[in-house]
C-alpha cells in the first residue's frame, strides 16, 4: 500500500480507453488527471504536479512526441513519461526516447503490466534525488531527517510529506488542492488541515531562523523560495 497516493496524468484521446485505464488505476490508489489532446497535456503537466505521466503518441492538435519534447526542453519538466502507441517499429520507439519517455508500452497492453511500469519508473525518479536543498535547509530521503544549518529539526510524517512536495518543487508555486491530493488522495479533511500543518511546518523551519523560505502564494497555493528568487 501506498503512503502517499501517487498522481498520474493520462493522455488519451480513446475515450473508451481513457476510461477503462483510468478506472484501473484509480481501483489500485492512484489519482489521475485526464486529457484527451495535446494541449491540454502541455498545460496540465506544466501547472501540476505528476508522480507520472501516461502519454499516447497519436493525439489530436499536438502528438505526444512534441508535447514530451516541450515538456522536457521548453518547460523543465522531469515528470516520468510513459509512452503508450499502436506503434513497433525500433524507429518510433527510439523517436520517443530522443523525445524525452522514460518507457514505451505498445497497445494493446496489460493493465498489469502497466501499473508495474509506473511503479518502476516512479521509483526511479524518486530514487534520483536522495537530498534537497535549499538555502541552508536540507532535506535527506534515506535517513528522513530535515535539518537548517546544523539544526535537526522534529518533523511529523504528514509535515516531512508536505514539505517534501515543496521541496521538490521549489521554486514553482504548489496549490493547496495538488497539496491535499498529495496527502490525501480524493478525501481531503475538512479545509482548515491544510492551513493548521502549514502553520506548524513554518514555525519550525523558519521562525527560528532569520531567512523564511516557506511563502504563501494567496489565491495560489504554497512555495518555498529564497526572498530573491523570483
Known amino acids: 500500500m501506498k503512503n502517499v497516493a501517487r498522481s498520474v496524468l493520462l493522455v488519451e484521446d480513446h475515450g473508451e480507453l481513457a476510461e477503462t485505464v483510468g478506472a484501473y488505476l484509480e481501483g489500485s490508489g492512484y489519482i489521475v488527471d485526464y486529457a484527451a489532446d495535446g494541449l491540454t497535456a502541455m498545460h496540465l503537466g506544466v501547472t501540476n504536479s505528476y508522480d507520472a505521466i501516461v502519454l499516447d503518441i497519436m493525439l489530436p492538435g499536438v502528438d505526444g512526441l512534441t508535447v514530451c519534447q516541450r515538456l522536457r526542453n521548453d518547460a523543465a519538466v522531469s515528470t516520468p513519461i510513459i509512452m503508450l502507441t499502436a506503434r513497433d517499429q525500433l ?8 523525445s524525452g519517455a522514460d518507457d514505451y508500452l505498445i497497445k494493446p497492453f496489460d493493465m498489469q503490466e502497466l501499473e508495474a511500469r509506473l511503479e518502476a519508473v516512479i521509483r526511479r525518479s524518486l530514487n534520483l534525488e536522495k537530498e534537497y536543498a535549499i538555502a541552508d535547509l536540507t532535506m535527506n530521503m534515506d535517513t528522513m531527517e530535515v535539518r537548517r544549518g ?32 498529495e496527502l490525501w488522495g480524493d478525501e481531503p479533511p475538512d479545509s482548515d488541515t491544510l492551513r493548521s500543518h502549514i502553520y506548524n511546518l513554518r514555525r519550525i523551519i523558519d521562525r527560528p531562523f532569520d ?3 516557506l511563502q504563501t502564494r494567496q489565491g495560489q497555493g504554497y512555495c518555498l ?3 530573491n528568487e523570483h
Do not use: A, M, Q
Open 91 to 98: 524507429d518510433d520507439k527510439l523517436k520517443g526516447f530522443e
Open 211 to 213: 531567512s523564511p523560505l
Open 225 to 227: 523560495r529564497v526572498d
Open 150 to 181: 546544523e539544526s535537526l529539526l522534529p518533523l511529523s510524517k504528514t509535515l516531512f510529506n508536505i514539505l517534501h512536495v515543496l521541496i521538490r518543487e521549489s521554486p514553482k508555486v504548489v496549490t493547496r488542492s495538488t497539496l491535499e491530493k
